[in-house]
């Protein structure tokens, strides 16, 4: 995820552009460019760090020109650094580009621009250079034509020395055009130019746009002129970070589909040629979930027995843990302290190491033999949700990869764009139990860790009491807690356990439990057994983990918006846990 912005009009676009990537920040923080055109010259600063950084260093707005676009970046490919950094500037020098979205075949796009020199390492640049190579006097048709050639996602914003005009284009990246008065405005959101206008044009999948300063026409797949009305928005600039959210929890919830999306391509591999002996996974929190996801999948499939530990105690429990073995560290920031410390035991005990991590560069990325980066963008809320799903996903690829088993992943998005339509009824359930000082959360062999994620999620922002158990264990303890002020929430699929888990249910109703089933929207067996239904779409049975945890995290951020809890920030919490 990365944020662009451009500019057209009869402003200086440089002063312009800086609030608007300020505005764009929390997409993306790790460096930072624009780039201007005025007499018939493209001007370029760039460098690696936040906007404010970079600007103290190269001073944008005393950049020339009225027509301009500026960039944000949020790394997949090449690390951070000033070479890295956006936009990218073609062979000549006549072209400048800003892209978000990743192109997949680039390396392929690389050897067939032979004789060209690359300056940087990322996948992006070799947009600039085609388009150049397919230019020929008109930029629109070169940008269309080139983009015909790439697979991948992108929102790109490109200009020239010509200063006459923007053109954009998208797939899979979001892209909004501010119409103006005598000027118009790009951006990966809104909030990039919300101050100057409320008019705005959203680009759908595949479709182009020329913007100069008095017009701006919009083009489909084939080329075609279409039009479109713009709409006008009501939202301040506050409102507008968070894309119409009224929390960054409920904008990362909501972005799951996308990143499954985006996470389907995360080529995985390993560290180690042969088949590891054992395999460790170590992690805390929610990522230590995931893990247990992964000891679940990759047991069935590969038949390698998989052990999951707590970072914390792992690096003081003397690991049995050796050469043949493979260490998997999993982290969102890649600064987990005791991540961090645990990967460092495993390194000196001789384990191959690999590390499934969201911030690229970040500690754990580099001290390990091997890092798989997982796509989920920026993750501002405290809380952990579309980086789950992430890592979830290269679970299964990883699995899929030791096994031959084959996931269907590609359904995965739709299902949970479905449960999302179902936000109103989350939100009604919430009103229910919004109360309740203590929450059980129950579920079986897949779904075990998405119960102790389900009550992690509660408990970190709404404040509430809850536990997580496997439901067999119901008898062994912990049903003496249930009574009609302690709601159970079953996570009760339509799966080879389904039995089970609802003669669960049954003993807990039977002692005046209310209980809230995610259940599969086509049981109509569920409903004698719950108070209350979280439907969800059925799949193959070891998916259900990259469903079943959705209407969790909006059950818990409901609960916690009705108690009016500092969602994004819940107290006593941070982002990132760099002490022990
Ligand atoms: C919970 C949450 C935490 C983190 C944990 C590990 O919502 O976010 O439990 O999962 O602190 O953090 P990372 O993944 O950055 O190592």
């Not at 569920?526 to 079943?548: F, G, N, S, W």
Request: a neutral charge.
């Amino acid at each position: 995820m990365c944020g662009i912005a451009g500019y057209i009009g009869k402003k200086k676009a440089a002063e312009l552009l800086l609030k608007s990537i300020k505005n764009l920040e929390y997409r993306g923080y790790d460096s930072v460019g624009m780039v201007t055109s005025s007499e018939g010259k493209i001007h370029i600063r760039k460098g690696a760090g936040k906007v404010d950084e970079v600007n103290a260093k190269l001073d944008f707005p005393s950049m020339p020109g009225t027509v301009g676009i500026a960039h944000t970046r949020w790394a997949t490919h090449g690390k951070p650094s000033d070479r890295n950094a956006h936009p990218h500037i073609s062979y000549s020098g006549k072209i400048a580009i800003a892209h978000n979205g990743i192109i997949e075949n680039y390396l392929e796009l690389k050897e067939s621009l032979q004789g060209i020199e690359f300056k940087s390492d990322t996948d992006s640049e070799v947009l600039a250079h085609l388009i150049e190579k397919n230019y020929q006097g008109n930029l629109l048709k070169a940008v269309q034509l080139s983009l015909k050639m790439v697979i991948g996602t992108y929102a790109i914003c490109v200009i020239n020395t010509n200063s006459e005009e923007i053109v954009v284009a998208r797939n899979g990246s979001p892209l909004a055009i501010g119409i103006g008065k005598g000027e118009n405005f790009v951006g990966s959101d809104v909030s990039a130019f919300v101050a100057h206008t409320k008019k705005v044009i959203y680009l759908n999948d595949f479709e182009s746009a020329e913007i100069r300063t008095n017009s701006v026409s919009i083009f489909n797949n084939e080329g075609k002129k279409i039009s479109r009305e713009p709409k006008t928005i009501d939202w301040d600039i506050e409102k507008a970070q968070k894309g119409g959210y009224k929390h960054f929890m409920l904008k990362e919830i909501h972005e799951q589909p996308q990143v499954v999306r985006d996470s389907i391509s995360i080529p995985v591999f390993f560290p180690m040629k042969e088949r590891p002996s054992r395999i460790f996974i170590v992690a805390c929190g929610t990522a230590g979930y995931a893990g247990l996801v992964g000891k679940y999948i990759i047991e069935k499939s590969a038949r390698i027995p998989v052990e999951v530990a707590y970072a914390s105690e792992f690096r003081y429990a003397e690991p049995i843990i050796g050469k043949d073995d493979l260490f998997i560290a999993i982290s969102q920031s890649g600064e987990t302290a005791d991540t961090l410390a645990a990967l460092r035991l495993a390194k000196q005990k001789g384990a191959h190491t690999l590390a499934i991590i969201n911030v690229m560069d970040s500690t754990i990325a580099r001290e390990s033999d091997a890092v798989i980066y997982t796509r989920a963008g920026p993750e501002i809320g405290v809380a952990s949700t579309k980086a789950f799903i992430s890592q979830l996903v290269v679970l299964y690829k990883l699995a899929a990869e030791l096994s031959g088993k084959k996931y269907d992943l590609t359904t995965i998005p739709q299902k949970i764009d479905a449960i999302l339509s179902q936000e109103e009824k989350i939100k009604e359930t919430a009103k229910k139990y919004f109360l309740a000082h203590n929450f059980l959360y129950i579920g079986r062999n897949l779904n075990f860790p998405i119960a102790l994620e389900g009550a992690l999620k509660l408990k970190e922002i709404s404040y509430i009491h809850a536990e997580g158990y496997a439901s067999g264990e119901m008898k062994h303890g912990p049903i003496a807690l249930v009574s009609d002020e302690v709601p159970t929430v079953a996570i009760a699929p339509r799966d080879s356990t389904y039995s089970k888990i609802v003669s669960n249910m049954q003993e807990i109703k039977a002692r005046n439990g209310k209980i809230i089933a995610v259940a599969s929207e086509k049981d109509g067996e569920i409903a004698k057994h719950a108070d209350d239904i979280l439907p969800i779409p059925t799949t193959e049975e070891d998916l259900y983990p990259l469903l079943t945890v959705v209407p969790l995290q909006l059950l818990a951020y409901y609960i916690a918006d009705l108690r009016e809890c500092d969602i994004d920030k819940p107290r006593n919490l941070a982002k990132s846990v760099t002490v022990e």
